[in-house]
């Protein structure tokens, strides 16, 4: 469980950094904080602005790898690749914007709740599975959905809490997607709250 690739992206640390910026030089600060502090895949959402260029900007440091968050169209998968970034991330199960992601030779994650959009994302070739909105369907839940399709990578998104990271480990997560948990006490707080989170990580899939 530590060592994960898929198509050439790391998952392994467990932590995707999404930025959703009310502006450009925000979401700016929020990715150098994020690459100050030792983040390794980091996640920019369409609804911010200049959210391609942000893309082109740090797609091209080392050891950075980059997603296009909240993908709603095969022309945001266009764009993203064109820009750098390497994974899509939706928030619902698209057809078009899996098939879009593959053909463009990207690493797909599409959002998921249900059994039959779990089958479907599966069918239509997501790589790793965002289970979302993850805090408002609970554990108990995943467990249950989990069940019928084994051998998957799943990712949590949604409202997650540091408390409760070892308990989503345990319940078979890979890896979380960390927008406001991160980013809700500024920039000054991130290296903190990202160290924080990390070291949980590590610790819970150490121990599962």
């Known amino acids: 469980m530590n060592q994960e690739l898929i198509n050439g992206v790391d998952f392994a640390s467990g932590l995707v950094a999404i930025i959703r910026g009310n502006s450009t030089d925000q979401g700016r600060k929020f990715a150098q904080a994020f690459v100050d502090a030792g983040v390794d895949l980091i996640e920019f959402t369409t609804t911010t602005p200049g959210v391609f260029d942000l893309i082109e900007e740090f797609s091209g440091l080392n050891g950075v790898q980059i ?88 990712m949590a998104t949604g409202g997650i809490a540091l408390a409760d990271v070892d308990a989503w480990v345990k319940a078979g997560i890979s890896g979380f997607g960390l927008g406001g948990p991160l980013t809700s006490g500024g920039v000054s707080e991130i290296a903190h709250r990202v160290k924080d989170f990390q070291r949980a990580i590590l610790e819970s899939k150490n121990n599962t």
């Open 67 to 154: 997603a296009l968050g909240t993908a709603m169209s095969k022309q945001d998968v266009e764009d993203g690749k064109k820009a750098g970034a390497k994974i899509v991330i939706s928030p619902h199960t698209s057809e078009e914007i899996i098939k879009a992601t593959k053909s463009a030779g990207l690493v797909s994650v599409p959002g998921v709740a249900t059994p039959t959009e779990i089958a479907d994302a599966l069918r239509y070739g997501g790589d790793i599975l965002k289970f979302f909105p993850a805090s408002s369907l609970g554990v108990n839940f995943l467990k249950s959905v989990r069940e019928p399709f084994p051998g998957n990578t799943w």
